[in-house]
T-cell receptor, first 115, second 110 residues
Framework: DTAVSQTPKYLVTQMGNDKSIKCEQN?????MYWYKQDSKKFLKIMFS???????INETVPNRFSPKSPDKAHLNLHINSLELGDSAVYFC??????????????FGPGTRLTVL | GENVEQHPSTLSVQEGDSAVIKCTYS??????FPWYKQELGKRPQLIID?????GEKKDQRIAVTLNKTAKHFSLHITETQPEDSAVYFC?????????FGSGTKLNVKP
């Protein structure tokens, strides 16, 4: 009964390549997020989508492009990968802030290693 | 934007002792404060949360306190057990934005 799932779990690639990470949630939530967790364990929000619309776009290089085909999916595409992109990327979902209960549920993470 | 500071960065306690982790935030519009536990190689998981209209909340061995005036909130774990060892993150929410503290690595020694 996976609530928030991500694929792939591990991704090893060369510098300069383009890669995508997929996220799906089956909780009926209308808000989804992407976070980056670096080697020091800092969790930093990158993007947030509400009902397929981008509502948060933190200071992230435009090599990162999120895409939300529907409320249950939020994918992350990364162009021209750099060494500094190596991290664990977490997808998360929650109900919109308009609702009273707003717990975030995290996916299992995707460990990206850029060589 | 919001700035969440978390202390200490590491905490080592003896099994059975209490552990306290503290966070401060800067944006007075923040209204929801969750705490997450992240075990090695796993995803962050919510362990307790508190809303801005509440001063304290308890769930078995875990409690959270919030001081809105001072803009700080704390996690209290009593009777710690080795399985409490993990990284703990505080966070604050302002509308759709969640800001996380830098994490506290808790080590409970048996």
């Amino acid at each position: 009964d996976t609530a928030v799932s991500q694929t792939p779990k591990y991704l090893v690639t060369q510098m300069g390549n383009d890669k995508s990470i997929k996220c799906e949630q089956n909780l009926g939530h209308d808000t989804m997020y992407w976070y980056k967790q670096d080697s020091k364990k800092f969790l930093k929000i990158m993007f947030s989508y509400n009902n397929k619309e981008l509502i948060i776009n933190e200071t992230v290089p435009n090599r990162f492009s999120p895409k939300s085909p529907d409320k249950a999916h939020l994918n992350l595409h990364i162009n021209s990968l750099e060494l500094g992109d190596s991290a664990v990327y977490f997808c998360a979902s929650s109900q919109s802030p308009a609702r009273s209960y707003n717990e975030q549920f995290f996916g299992p993470g995707t460990r990206l290693t850029v060589l | 934007g919001e700035n969440v500071e978390q202390h200490p960065s590491t905490l080592s306690v003896q099994e059975g002792d209490s552990a306290v982790i503290k966070c401060t935030y800067s944006d007075s519009a923040s209204n929801y404060f969750p705490w997450y536990k992240q075990e090695l190689g796993k995803r962050p998981q919510l362990i307790i949360d508190i809303r801005s209209n509440v001063g304290e909340k308890k769930d078995q061995r875990i409690a959270v306190t919030l001081n809105k005036t001072a803009k700080h909130f704390s996690l209290h774990i009593t009777e710690t057990q080795p399985e409490d060892s993990a990284v703990y993150f505080c966070a604050s929410r302002n509308f759709n934005k969640f800001y996380f503290g830098s994490g506290t690595k808790l080590n409970v020694k048996p």
